[in-house]
C-alpha cells in the first residue's frame, strides 16, 4: 500500500519572536552594505518590540497600519517612518519567502504605503555662507591645520560621505576629459561612482599631500588603463547620456574661495 504522504504546514498567520529573529537574520544576509545592516537590524528591533508588546491576532495589513499611525504618533519624519516600513515590508517577504507567513497576508503588508513627503528638507544643512565660513576657519600653516582643511574640501565641494573620505586613496584622484575628478569611487551597496574635484578641493589636496610627502603609487595614465573604467561606460550606455566633467555641477555651488 502506498504511503500517506505528509501533509505539508500551512504557513503561520502570526510570527512568534524566535520566527521574527530568523526572518531578521535572513533580511540583514541580504544587505551588503554594513551602515544599511545597522539601519535595518535596529528598525525591525523597534517593530519586534511594539508587535510584541501585546497580542495580535495576526501579522497583517491592519497590524502594520496601526504600526504606521504608532510612529506617526510619535512626531518622527516622514523619511524616518518610510524606513521603518520599508524594513517591515522586507520581513514580510523574507517571512513568506522561508515559508513562515502566509503569501497572502505578505502580499498586504507589501501594499502598505509610507507617509508622503512634505519636501522639505530634513536635518541641518549647510547654507553657502556657512560652508564658506567653516572652510575659512579651517585654514593654517600647520600639517594638521592642511589635512582638516582638506578633508571639509572634499567632505563640502565633492559632496562625499565620512566612510567614502576615509577610504580615500591618492591613486583614486585622476583627469578626466581635463578636469580632476575621483575616479570608479565605491559607494553604498557596492555603487560605483566618479566625482567631479572642483579646482579650489584640488588645490586644497595638493596643499596638504605636499606638505606632508604623500605621493601616489603610479603613473595616472597607467592607473587609468588597469582600471578599465568598465562601469562608467557601462552606466552611461544604459541612460543614453555622458556625465560632464569638463564643466562639472560642483565646479559653482557658491562656497568658492
Known amino acids: ?51 510584541c508588546s501585546e497580542p495580535r491576532l495576526a501579522f497583517n495589513r491592519t497590524v502594520v497600519l496601526r504600526y504606521r499611525i504608532h510612529l506617526e504618533q510619535r512626531h518622527l519624519a516622514p523619511t524616518t517612518i518610510n524606513l521603518r516600513l520599508a524594513a517591515v515590508r522586507r520581513v514580510a517577504y523574507e517571512a513568506a519567502d522561508s515559508g513562515l507567513l502566509s503569501p497572502e497576508l505578505a502580499a498586504g503588508i507589501r501594499r502598505v504605503k ?36 582638506a578633508i571639509l574640501a572634499i567632505l563640502i565641494g565633492c559632496g562625499l560621505r565620512r566612510g567614502e573620505v576615509l577610504a580615500l586613496t591618492v591613486s583614486s584622484i585622476q583627469l578626466r576629459e581635463e578636469h580632476w575628478v575621483i575616479a570608479d569611487l565605491h559607494g553604498e551597496a557596492g ?37 578599465g573604467h568598465v562601469s562608467i561606460q557601462t552606466t552611461e550606455q544604459y541612460l543614453g547620456c555622458k556625465q560632464k566633467l569638463r564643466v562639472a555641477v560642483n565646479d559653482r555651488i557658491g562656497i568658492e574661495p
Open 191 to 227: 555603487h560605483i561612482r566618479t566625482v567631479p574635484i572642483p579646482l579650489w578641493v584640488k588645490e586644497a589636496i595638493d596643499r596638504w599631500t605636499e606638505a606632508s610627502g604623500i605621493k601616489d603609487g603610479g603613473e595616472l595614465d597607467q592607473i587609468q588603463f588597469l582600471l
Open 1 to 51: 500500500m502506498p504511503k500517506h504522504r505528509r501533509k505539508r504546514k500551512p504557513p503561520k498567520r502570526s510570527l512568534a519572536l524566535p520566527d521574527l529573529e530568523q526572518t531578521k537574520s535572513a533580511v540583514l544576509n541580504t544587505l551588503t552594505s554594513k551602515s544599511g545592516q545597522r539601519t535595518y537590524d535596529h528598525a525591525i528591533n523597534e517593530f519586534v518590540d511594539w508587535y
Open 114 to 149: 509610507g507617509v508622503p513627503r512634505i519636501g522639505v528638507r530634513l536635518g541641518n544643512w549647510l547654507t553657502a555662507e556657512q560652508g564658506r565660513s567653516l572652510l575659512l576657519k579651517s585654514q593654517g600653516d600647520s600639517l594638521r591645520c592642511k589635512r582638516n582643511h
